[in-house]
């Protein structure tokens, strides 16, 4: 397992608590501490990962992490066995992962484009979503690894289409994180109880996932939209809306409520007051 952050830390647990040998590595010792009391093999690095694994899932931030275990110092790629599966669970674009998935098969190896969707408490309980890109024969043979994590695994096409999934996802989240922010912030601005609106809101046609996620992911979503230093790395939801504009550039695809919605979360105004005691 590569990346112990608030998703990779929990796929780890999950995976330990499935009775597999389960090698780790994180930039920060103390997710490989904890993991290691738990019964992980804590690694000094990718590769050694790698060595120790049939199947490595990577959960690094970006594409530019994600290039970095595979391909560079210590990288994955040194010592992957022929036959071993990668599996990407971060989300990039189609483009790097079907890139990283022809260096991997030139070794012999095999991808699966595998972006995950549910949240830290899904990964605590077991109920992530994968979408997937790759060969069904490959997907077979990590089914059993990616149940002791995963809840819903649905093959999308070759690699890159979970890529290509995910960001459809994300596109329709992240708006509807924003214009739920929004409708909350017009409701308790006129007066109504938040716990009312959130109620009648989950009995109309307005009821979505998110909403029923908001008590617990409403503050984290939240402050992925709060204004940060220009040189920071964008949280999650704004990254991935950048990578929805760049996918969506890439297929000629016009995507005018997506642009807008990007814009905004990266201005840092889409914070607003859901909750008067807030």
Not at 119 to 129: I, K, P, Q, R, V
């Amino acid at each position: 397992m590569l990346g112990l952050g608030v998703i990779g830390k929990p796929i780890a647990g999950r995976l330990i608590k499935a009775g597999f040998g389960v090698a780790v590595y994180d930039v920060r010792d103390e997710p490989m501490v904890e993991l290691k009391k738990a019964g992980a093999t804590a690694c000094a690095s990718p590769a050694e990962v790698a060595k120790a694994s049939d199947i490595v899932v990577s959960l690094v931030s970006d594409a530019a992490q994600t290039d970095d275990v595979v391909f560079g110092p210590g990288g994955i790629v040194a010592t992957l066995q022929p036959g071993a599966i990668v599996v990407i669970g971060s989300t990039l674009g189609p483009t790097p992962v079907r890139r990283i998935a022809e260096a991997l098969a030139a070794k012999g190896c095999e991808t699966l484009d595998a972006p995950i969707s549910g949240g830290y408490l899904s990964a605590y309980e077991g109920n992530l979503s994968l979408m997937i890109g790759g060969t069904p024969a490959t997907l077979e043979r990590a089914l059993p690894v990616l149940r002791a994590f995963a809840k819903s695994i649905t093959r999308a096409g070759e690699v890159g289409a979970g890529q290509t999934t995910k960001l459809a996802h994300q596109l329709v989240c992240s708006v509807n994180v924003m214009t739920l922010l929004e409708g909350l912030s017009l409701g308790v601005a006129g007066g109504v109880d938040p716990a009312i609106l959130k109620q009648i809101l989950r009995e109309g046609v307005a009821d979505s996932a998110v909403l029923r996620l908001w008590d617990d992911l409403g503050p984290r979503w939240k402050s992925m939209l709060q204004a940060t230093p220009p040189e920071a790395m964008p949280p999650n939801l704004r990254k991935d809306l950048h990578l929805v504009l760049e996918l969506a550039r890439e297929l000629g695809v016009n995507l005018y409520v997506g642009t807008q919605a990007s814009l905004i979360a990266d201005s840092g105004h889409a914070t607003g007051r859901d909750d008067p005691r807030l």
